[in-house]
């Protein structure tokens, strides 16, 4: 069936580099795509988010590209801190922007 | 305001018992989306719900599982007859309409069957 899915289980960073995570999508049809951050024991936390008519998206310190040639979309953090010691996940909101289709997840370890 | 509140953080039942789990919405929306998570996965969707309506029960396993939003009081989620499988970490959502661009999640309710 169709899904969300990412690269990279686990991404190393050094504090101050800065992060890209990635994430493949499957179905064409998805037209709203969001990022999420989850701490330890903690509930998913929005980061950003892009609609399929645009290709890039910036927030504070987050970028997220988004390529629908190939169904690819990734979350870019400048300067990674401590405390983006994370799982992030990449979200497909299809057709319903309640019911989201969410990827696997990536962790990411920021070392000093 | 506060947020998205769910109750209980942890909840442990032994096999057979039932789990009810509640989530009260932020202040205003009336919209509640019922999520699970299995350790190092993903989010998977189980259940849309307005007030006293299921609008997408598609994730919802056929048996044991249910899911209510009355018009007065929390979303309940109601799991029957526990087995350790059902074990994970269940999120709730919500949001102040559909397709609202933003749907705020809770800490979640742990759930460990024993």
């Known amino acids: 069936g169709e899904s969300v899915g990412l690269h990279l289980p686990t991404l190393s960073v050094q504090e101050g580099d800065n992060s890209i995570i990635n994430c493949a999508y499957s179905?064409?049809?998805?037209?709203?795509f969001i990022w999420y951050k989850q701490e330890s024991g903690k509930g998913p936390q929005f980061i950003i988010d892009?609609?399929?008519?645009?290709d890039k998206r910036q927030g504070q310190r987050v970028t997220v590209l988004l390529n629908k040639t190939v169904k690819h979309l990734s979350l870019q953090i400048a300067a990674t801190q401590p405390g983006d010691s994370a799982v992030y996940f990449c979200?497909?909101?299809?057709?319903?922007?309640?019911?989201?289709?969410f990827g696997a997840g990536t962790q990411v370890v920021v070392t000093p | 305001n506060a947020g998205v509140m769910q109750n209980p953080r942890h909840l442990v039942r032994r096999r057979g018992q039932e789990a009810r789990l509640r989530c009260s919405p932020m202040?205003?929306?009336?919209?509640v989306y019922w999520y699970r998570q299995l350790p190092e996965e993903g989010l998977k969707f189980m259940v849309y719900?307005?007030?006293?309506?299921?609008?997408?029960e598609s994730g919802m396993p056929k048996e044991r599982f249910s899911a209510e939003f009355p018009k007065e009081g929390p979303s309940i989620l109601r799991i029957q007859q526990v087995v350790r499988g059902d074990s994970a970490a269940y999120f709730c959502?919500?949001?102040?309409?559909?397709?609202?661009?933003?749907?705020?999640f809770g800490q979640g309710t742990r759930l460990t069957v024993v």
């Open positions: 959502a919500s949001s102040p309409k559909e397709q609202n661009t933003e749907a705020f």
């Open positions: 179905n064409s049809a998805s037209d709203y």
């Open positions: 892009i609609r399929s008519n645009m």
């Open positions: 979200a497909d909101a299809g057709d319903s922007w309640g019911k989201l289709q």
């Open positions: 202040k205003g929306h009336s919209h």
């Open positions: 719900l307005q007030k006293e309506n299921i609008i997408d």
